[in-house]
Protein backbone atom coordinates (compact mmCIF):
# COMPACT_ATOMS: atom_id res chain seq x y z
CA UNK A 1 0.00 0.00 0.00
CA UNK A 2 1.50 3.42 -0.94
CA UNK A 3 -0.26 6.74 0.39
CA UNK A 4 0.46 10.38 0.83
CA UNK A 5 -1.39 11.76 3.79
CA UNK A 6 -1.62 15.31 4.70
CA UNK A 7 -2.37 17.28 7.90
CA UNK A 8 -2.30 20.25 9.56
CA UNK A 9 -4.82 22.39 8.63
CA UNK A 10 -7.39 24.24 10.24
CA UNK A 11 -8.70 27.73 10.45
CA UNK A 12 -6.20 30.76 11.37
CA UNK A 13 -6.24 34.18 11.33
CA UNK A 14 -5.00 36.75 8.42
CA UNK A 15 -1.57 37.35 9.49
CA UNK A 16 -1.15 33.64 11.24
CA UNK A 17 0.93 30.78 10.39
CA UNK A 18 0.39 26.99 9.85
CA UNK A 19 2.62 24.11 9.10
CA UNK A 20 1.48 21.30 6.94
CA UNK A 21 2.90 17.85 6.95
CA UNK A 22 2.84 14.88 3.70
CA UNK A 23 3.24 11.77 5.04
CA UNK A 24 4.46 8.84 2.87
CA UNK A 25 3.59 5.56 3.52
CA UNK A 26 4.85 2.28 1.26
CA UNK A 27 7.50 4.12 -0.53
CA UNK A 28 10.19 7.00 0.46
CA UNK A 29 10.00 10.52 -0.14
CA UNK A 30 13.82 11.27 -0.77
CA UNK A 31 13.71 9.64 -4.51
CA UNK A 32 10.77 11.86 -5.74
CA UNK A 33 10.67 15.56 -6.65
CA UNK A 34 7.43 16.71 -4.17
CA UNK A 35 5.10 19.30 -4.53
CA UNK A 36 2.39 21.57 -2.76
CA UNK A 37 -0.40 22.26 -4.88
CA UNK A 38 -3.89 24.05 -3.65
CA UNK A 39 -7.94 24.23 -4.69
CA UNK A 40 -9.87 26.96 -3.38
CA UNK A 41 -14.01 27.26 -4.31
CA UNK A 42 -14.63 27.97 -7.63
CA UNK A 43 -10.56 28.13 -8.92
CA UNK A 44 -8.48 25.63 -10.52
CA UNK A 45 -5.40 23.73 -8.90
CA UNK A 46 -2.78 26.14 -8.39
CA UNK A 47 0.92 24.71 -7.72
CA UNK A 48 2.44 26.27 -4.57
CA UNK A 49 5.67 24.68 -4.38
CA UNK A 50 8.25 21.70 -5.18
CA UNK A 51 11.21 20.91 -3.65
CA UNK A 52 13.70 18.56 -5.92
CA UNK A 53 14.75 15.16 -5.12
CA UNK A 54 18.10 16.11 -6.55
CA UNK A 55 20.00 19.04 -3.86
CA UNK A 56 16.98 19.93 -1.94
CA UNK A 57 16.14 22.71 -3.90
CA UNK A 58 12.76 24.04 -3.91
CA UNK A 59 10.37 26.59 -5.91
CA UNK A 60 7.64 28.76 -5.12
CA UNK A 61 4.56 30.32 -6.76
CA UNK A 62 4.27 34.08 -7.19
CA UNK A 63 1.45 34.07 -5.11
CA UNK A 64 3.49 32.87 -2.06
CA UNK A 65 7.25 33.37 -2.67
CA UNK A 66 8.30 35.27 0.57
CA UNK A 67 5.77 33.77 3.19
CA UNK A 68 5.68 29.80 2.29
CA UNK A 69 8.32 27.86 2.58
CA UNK A 70 8.88 24.18 2.09
CA UNK A 71 11.12 21.63 3.49
CA UNK A 72 11.79 18.08 3.74
CA UNK A 73 12.65 15.00 6.84
CA UNK A 74 13.49 12.48 5.24
CA UNK A 75 13.89 10.56 8.58
CA UNK A 76 9.87 11.09 9.15
CA UNK A 77 9.57 10.27 5.31
CA UNK A 78 7.77 13.55 5.54
CA UNK A 79 7.46 16.84 3.70
CA UNK A 80 6.38 20.11 5.14
CA UNK A 81 5.09 23.53 4.08
CA UNK A 82 5.59 26.31 6.74
CA UNK A 83 2.93 28.95 5.76
CA UNK A 84 3.44 32.33 7.03
CA UNK A 85 1.37 35.81 6.56
CA UNK A 86 -1.95 33.93 5.65
CA UNK A 87 -4.49 35.78 3.43
CA UNK A 88 -7.66 34.97 2.77
CA UNK A 89 -6.78 34.41 -1.05
CA UNK A 90 -5.00 30.87 0.72
CA UNK A 91 -8.14 29.48 1.79
CA UNK A 92 -8.55 26.27 -0.21
CA UNK A 93 -7.59 22.55 0.06
CA UNK A 94 -3.94 21.77 0.03
CA UNK A 95 -2.66 19.00 -1.99
CA UNK A 96 1.23 17.46 -1.97
CA UNK A 97 1.80 15.50 -4.68
CA UNK A 98 4.96 13.18 -6.15
CA UNK A 99 7.11 14.55 -9.15
CA UNK A 100 6.44 18.16 -9.67
CA UNK A 101 7.42 20.43 -12.04
CA UNK A 102 9.17 23.95 -12.55
CA UNK A 103 8.07 25.45 -15.75
CA UNK A 104 7.97 28.66 -17.41
CA UNK A 105 4.50 27.88 -19.30
CA UNK A 106 2.41 26.70 -16.34
CA UNK A 107 4.38 27.56 -13.44
CA UNK A 108 4.47 24.18 -10.76
CA UNK A 109 2.77 21.08 -12.40
CA UNK A 110 2.71 17.63 -11.51
CA UNK A 111 3.29 14.71 -13.87
CA UNK A 112 0.60 12.26 -14.87
CA UNK A 113 2.25 9.82 -13.47
CA UNK A 114 2.68 11.20 -10.13
CA UNK A 115 1.11 10.12 -7.00
CA UNK A 116 -1.46 12.68 -4.79
CA UNK A 117 -2.65 12.91 -1.35
CA UNK A 118 -6.20 13.59 -0.83
CA UNK A 119 -5.87 17.16 1.22
CA UNK A 120 -6.10 19.19 4.13
CA UNK A 121 -8.01 22.07 4.43
CA UNK A 122 -6.97 25.74 5.16
CA UNK A 123 -8.98 27.98 6.22
CA UNK A 124 -7.76 31.74 6.56
CA UNK A 125 -10.55 34.01 7.87
CA UNK A 126 -11.24 36.56 11.01
Known amino acids: QVQLVESGGGLVQPGGSLRLSCTAS????????IGWFRQAPGKGREGVSC????????SYGDSVKGRFTMSRDNAKNTVYLQMNSLKPADTAVYYC???????????????????WGQGTQVTVSL
Open 97 to 115: ATDCVKTAAAGIAALAFGR
Open 26 to 33: GFTLDGYA
Open 51 to 58: ISNSDGST
